[in-house]
């Protein structure tokens, strides 16, 4: 199997000292190959583990798949390479039967990168997916201060990132209870996030009503889309969310917070669903 970190020989140089030689882990990165059916679907750049969740999650952000049912099954490929080794880099999965194949539109043209999960759609309406599971009537009603705990759970259930330092992580949260319930690493925040709903479908979880997905980078579009199309009502970031991710909650109703560190947070959309001992805060105008 494929590992998660690998160790590296390098130079560790200060101004004015001598450098010296030592090793360090860093976050492997290696491509996946996901097929459907038997056809290829898309390669992403990610860090192997998790790897069903990551094509259950790719399939319910694309919106081929929305119950786990509709995953039959998953397989690595053997014979991968000329020589026949199992790489454990291409993932075939099989839909169950009645279940509709990917729209050959869905169909990366090239390479989706560890930075990008968008990269290669065919086209710019190919990027808008309509999700089975609106989030505007979600009642989730959230604790500031409950909230503001989410990134310091989060930060202390990250293995690969205490080891290597650069690895992005998304968690999902129950709102109310603030209770974790499950966390996932990838050197891609979009992977991230795809092998938390896939992990969350196969738990037969969706939709994720009344959850916060919880990640430590920027709250992209993407992440926004994702995160609607498993259902979740709640968008938060350590960091600042793009103009598109609040203009895109707005438009579904969805809340995004953003630069959620220490006890405050700024919230870009959805204000009514952050309850705090004062007054409902509002958003930040677009």
């Not at 603030?178 to 196969?202: C, P, Q, S, T």
């Not at 630069?259 to 009514?272: P, T």
């Amino acid at each position: 199997m494929s590992r998660i970190t690998a160790r590296r020989k390098v130079v560790r140089l200060t101004a004015g000292e001598n450098p010296t030689s030592r090793e360090d882990v860093l976050a492997v990165e290696e491509p996946l190959e996901i097929r459907v059916n038997g056809r290829s679907l898309a390669v992403t750049m990610r860090t192997p583990g998790n790897d069903f969740d990551l094509a259950a999650g790719f399939l319910v952000s694309e919106g081929v798949i929305t119950r786990n049912e509709h995953f039959s099954t998953a397989r690595y490929c053997a014979g991968a390479t000329v020589e026949g080794v199992n790489t454990y880099n291409v993932l075939d999965v099989s839909l169950a039967p009645g279940v509709t194949p990917p729209d050959p539109s869905l169909e990366r043209s090239f390479l989706t990168t560890s930075s990008c999960g968008l990269c290669g759609k065919a086209s710019i309406d190919a990027v808008r997916t309509k999700s089975a599971f609106p989030v505007t009537a979600d009642p989730l009603q959230v604790d500031a201060e409950l909230l503001t705990s989410f990134p310091e759970v989060l930060r202390d259930a990250q293995d690969v990132f205490e080891k290597t330092g650069g690895i992005h992580a998304a968690a999902l949260f129950d709102g109310t209870t603030g209770r974790m319930l499950v966390l996932r690493e990838d050197v891609g925040r979009h992977n991230a996030v795809d092998k938390v709903i896939g992990w969350a479908l196969k738990e037969d979880l969706l939709p994720l009503t009344g959850t916060v997905l919880m990640v430590s980078s920027r709250a992209s579009f993407e992440l926004a889309q994702k995160a609607l199309m498993a259902g979740i009502p709640v968008l938060a970031a350590v960091s600042a969310p793009s103009s598109l991710a609040a203009e895109f909650a707005d438009e579904v109703g969805m809340t995004v917070v953003g630069f959620l560190r220490g006890d405050s947070m700024v919230i870009y959309a959805g204000a009514e669903r952050i309850t705090s001992g004062e007054r409902t805060p509002q958003s930040v105008p677009g």
